[in-house]
């Protein structure tokens, strides 16, 4: 459904009597207020205050795309503003370092629940950092090796791949339609 359905149901219902031209202004006005960009950035606000506050440690249920972007977006934004201002005072990374830590839970929260969405297991979101533990375990095999610093390129190479499509890729797919045994679809 699309904002011009939704006038075009509006002037249908104008056109028929059943509404007046003055609830066919106000129809129309709240119609266009769901459709703004202030109501879209809101709208992303409110997802990622939720995950901060009331899903806080909550690893059951389903997050759909929108709560799982919503909180990406945001959670960049002020990482990055705070390394910024960080990085123009010259002062360590503190300040980051400690939203990081504040924000661990509620990430890894809405991650697994995303995987949910798409009918994984919890577990299946943590398959990138199982191959960068065995790449690290890996390191006195090849640590004399000629050939050492093209194992490194390779090594994380592949580990920027895998987490690429992990936590990017697989997430951008639309969850389960059905109930799964994660439980019912959120909208």
């Known amino acids: 459904m699309s904002k011009f359905d939704d006038l075009e149901k509006l002037a249908t219902l104008e056109?028929?009597?059943i509404l007046t031209s003055d609830e066919f202004q106000k129809q129309k006005d709240i119609i266009l207020e769901k459709y703004s960009a202030k109501?879209?950035?809101?709208k992303i606000f409110l997802k990622y205050k939720e995950c901060m506050t009331s899903k806080y440690l909550s690893f059951k249920g389903r997050a759909p795309r929108m709560?799982?972007?919503s909180f990406a977006l945001i959670y960049f934004i002020i990482y990055m503003g705070l390394g910024m201002?960080?990085?123009l005072l010259y002062i360590p990374p503190f300040f980051s370092g400690l939203f990081v830590l504040f924000s661990l839970l509620p990430a890894l929260g809405v991650y697994v629940r995303r995987y949910h969405d798409l009918g994984k297991n919890a577990w299946f979101a943590f398959l990138p950092f199982l191959y960068f533990i065995a790449f690290i375990a890996s390191f006195p095999i090849f640590q004399g090796e000629e050939n050492f610093v093209f194992f490194l390129k390779i090594g994380f190479g592949l580990f920027f791949v895998l987490t690429l499509v992990w936590k990017f890729i697989l997430p951008c797919f639309k969850g389960d339609i059905k109930e799964n045994k994660y439980g019912y679809p959120l909208v």
């Open 15 to 17: 056109s028929k009597g």
């Open 39 to 42: 109501s879209f950035f809101k």
């Open 67 to 69: 709560e799982y972007w």
């Open 85 to 87: 201002i960080e990085g």
